[in-house]
């Protein structure tokens, strides 16, 4: 039994429903951030991060700091190009325009490769516009929250470590990392970008960001200062590598309580990565077999691009998102109405990621199949369809 006080049981995108030991380690008393406890405490996170990661590479570094995955963006955008040089964004929804304009306040000149709604890029599409100019990043968004697309990580940096071996490979992992797999060394990407409260599940308010020796070195070859204080990687970086090494040290205060929570998440997740993944899996493939009974179509049409975390799903013509959700909630269950702006008031979301997928024995992903079932006929009754 779960020691939280009865509340709906949140099935979106993030953030996600906390396990109790997680919620519970935030529950520390206060400390120093230069304490030796919590200097262990933060050291062993950034190592398990590693973990996380599939990462061994001592040259590759992460960064946990105070923020939301957006602060990932900026990270990227103020450290690893400048002013004038070329980044292509890989656009699969919302977030591949909101990651392309970050870039572009930063002075970036942006190239957007926009895929159809509810698809992914053809390696000969990417091959193309990789081509026609020098990149200094490519952006990929692994899972676009937006649209439930899962993005061929690996496919994509193998191909542009044949065409352009000098672009920077950076991956938006927000909606991804802790459900779908990601492997930084063996696939060989530059930065993997995500957040604590999707499938990681932390409670929002920390910025995660791998970074490979490659992606170090390009910001330690800037021929201009970065246009940041508090993203830039020249004031972070000795901090992770101070506290990995077991040494105190200071430029702004982390918050004590998540990194003890984040520290929890990540043990339980890296006992087994593999199992995690495959559990995800599993459970993504009931919830769209389920759906597909009710009628439901996918905005990801085609398997091999469908997130295994959430899944988005067009709605009944004639119903609309607020015909739905409160229905669900009146059984107890939150889903996420559209966020896509062209499509937004035809489909919902259903995230299905962390705790809620790991432990069966909480019913969270059965009662959300009773619970639309029931919704929908409600809707439709209500509708006359």
Request: neutral net charge; glycine residues 8%; proline residues 5%.
């Amino acid at each position: 039994m779960s020691a939280q006080a009865p509340h709906n049981t949140l099935l979106i995108p993030g953030p996600i429903e906390f396990d109790d030991a997680v919620l519970q380690s935030m529950s520390h008393y206060a400390e120093s951030h230069v304490a030796p406890g919590f200097v262990k405490v933060f050291g062993e996170t950034l190592t398990l991060v590693r973990k996380l990661f599939q990462s061994t590479d001592p040259a590759a570094q992460p960064f946990i700091i105070a923020g939301s995955g957006t602060l990932g963006w900026d990270i990227v955008s103020a450290n690893l190009i400048e002013r004038g040089e070329n980044a292509l964004v890989l656009n699969t929804g919302y977030f591949g325009d909101s990651f392309g304009q970050c870039l572009e306040t930063y002075g970036a000149n942006v190239t957007q490769l926009k895929s159809a709604i509810g698809e992914r890029h053809s390696p000969e599409e990417v091959e193309q516009a990789l081509k026609q100019k020098q990149y200094k990043l490519i952006t990929l968004t692994h899972v676009d929250t937006s649209t439930g697309v899962l993005a061929d990580i690996k496919g994509i940096t193998q191909l542009v470590r044949r065409v352009s071996p000098d672009t920077l490979v950076i991956v938006d992992g927000v909606c991804s990392v802790g459900s779908e797999e990601i492997a930084f060394d063996e696939w060989d990407l530059d930065v993997v970008l995500t957040a604590s409260q999707k499938a990681i599940g932390c409670p929002p308010g920390l910025s995660i960001v791998m970074t490979s020796a490659r992606a170090i070195k390009a910001f330690e070859s800037r021929k201009t200062p970065a246009g940041a204080y508090y993203a830039s990687i020249a004031n972070w970086l000795p901090i992770m590598r101070n506290y990995e090494n077991n040494k105190p040290s200071y430029f702004a205060t982390p918050p004590t309580q998540l990194v003890h929570a984040l520290h929890t998440t990540l043990t339980q997740i890296t006992g087994n990565v593999a199992a995690r993944f495959a559990v995800h899996a599993e459970v993504s493939n009931k919830v769209k077999a389920a759906a597909a009974e009710l009628g439901l179509k996918q905005l990801a049409s085609r398997p091999e691009a469908q997130a295994h975390g959430m899944t988005a799903l067009y709605l009944p013509e004639g119903l609309s998102p607020p015909d739905v959700l409160p229905g669900l909630l009146k059984r107890g269950v939150i889903f996420a109405a559209g966020l896509h702006k062209e499509i937004a008031t035809k489909y919902i979301r259903f995230g299905h990621m962390g705790v809620s997928v790991t432990e069966s024995k909480r019913g969270d992903i059965e009662k959300a199949l009773v619970a639309l079932k029931e919704a929908l006929a409600e809707a439709k009754q209500a509708k006359g369809l």
